[in-house]
């Protein structure tokens, strides 16, 4: 049986990709009962007469899935954090790191919107910045549609893989693919105006061909609650925390209030920035706080 991956899901239709053909196939009615529900991203087999009339029979194991966007098997996260309008937030980006970490998806920082940054002092901030999250291990990458500066460095990054763009609303997402791929202006714009009359509420999600990779074209990330995130989980989503845990006096140490806390001594040193470590004391009262699930 021939086998493909899910590229776009629309008004009940699954258009499947196998090597440069299209198919535009339907799920089987077993997986309603099973509950299953094919995602963009999804490898399946199918079986077609035609390119208009195939049918998927099975989705393969997934290696993650997101909810919101509904898609699966992504490699990377794009995360596109504006250096002014709106203006750049630690807070939520660390949020966004945590995410992207507990669904062991590879994550890249970028920050547009660089040429309207308007004192020095503020461009040597965000600068600080990028320097204090590319310590941590983190690519991050400068950029600005308008001069085109730090473009060229994100299609090579694509290479191979399935990526996601997230961030906030009005930070350039669009603007950034629309830069990649000149010719999506005309997709983007007819997509929202059909979308627009209201047919269809379901998020559209749809990979689309960047260089020699898939890029989500999705609104983003509409949640950023820590539903599936377990208070003992948090710090593995801190690389510059994880890393140094072992060091930790205790076993299965929350880096809170236990004594001889190698993570807690890293902050104190300015090996671990105090702000990442406030987010992560922020995030985890957050998580014991939320209410149970039954």
Same mark, same amino acid.
């Given at each position: ?42 490898? /399946? ?51 966004? #790191? ?71 609303? !009005? ?8 830069? #990649? &791929? ?24 749809? #990979?689309?061909?960047?260089?020699? !990779? ?41 880096? /809170? ?33 939320? &209410?149970?699930?039954?």
């Amino acid at each position: 049986m021939p086998q493909g991956k899910i590229v776009k899901a629309l008004s009940g239709f699954y258009y499947v990709l196998d090597g440069a053909e299209y198919i535009q196939c339907r799920g089987r009615g077993v997986f309603r009962k099973n509950k299953i529900t094919p995602l963009v991203g999804d490898e /399946v087999v199918y079986q077609a007469e035609n390119h208009k009339e195939g049918y998927i029979l099975d989705v393969l194991d997934r290696k993650n899935e997101l909810v919101r966007p509904p898609i699966s098997n992504v490699d990377q996260a794009v995360l596109v954090f504006s250096a002014v309008e709106p203006a750049f937030s630690t807070l939520l980006l660390d949020r966004f #790191l945590v995410l992207i970490e507990a669904n062991h998806i590879e994550p890249v920082i970028c920050i547009s919107k660089m040429d309207l940054i308007p004192t020095e002092d503020a461009r040597n901030e965000i600068l600080s910045f990028a320097k204090d999250y590319e310590t941590m291990g983190y690519k991050v990458l400068l950029t600005s549609t308008e001069t085109m500066n730090g473009i060229n460095q994100l299609l090579p990054l694509f290479e191979g893989k399935i990526s996601v763009f997230a961030g906030q609303s !009005g930070v350039g997402k669009s603007s950034l693919l629309n830069a #990649l &791929k000149p010719e999506l202006e005309l997709k983007t714009s007819v997509i929202s105006s059909h979308l627009g009359r209201g047919k269809h509420t379901t998020r559209h999600v749809e #990979l689309i061909s960047a260089g020699n !990779g898939l890029v989500a074209d999705t609104p983003g990330f509409s949640s950023l609650d820590f539903t599936d995130i377990e208070a003992e989980e948090l710090s593995y989503c801190f690389p510059e925390m994880n890393e140094r845990s072992e060091d930790c006096k205790f076993r299965g140490c929350t880096h /809170v209030s236990e004594p001889k806390c190698a993570v807690k001594e890293a902050v104190q040193e300015g090996k671990i920035s105090s702000y990442r470590y406030d987010h992560y004391l922020s995030f985890l009262a957050e998580i014991k706080d939320r &209410k149970p699930r039954y």
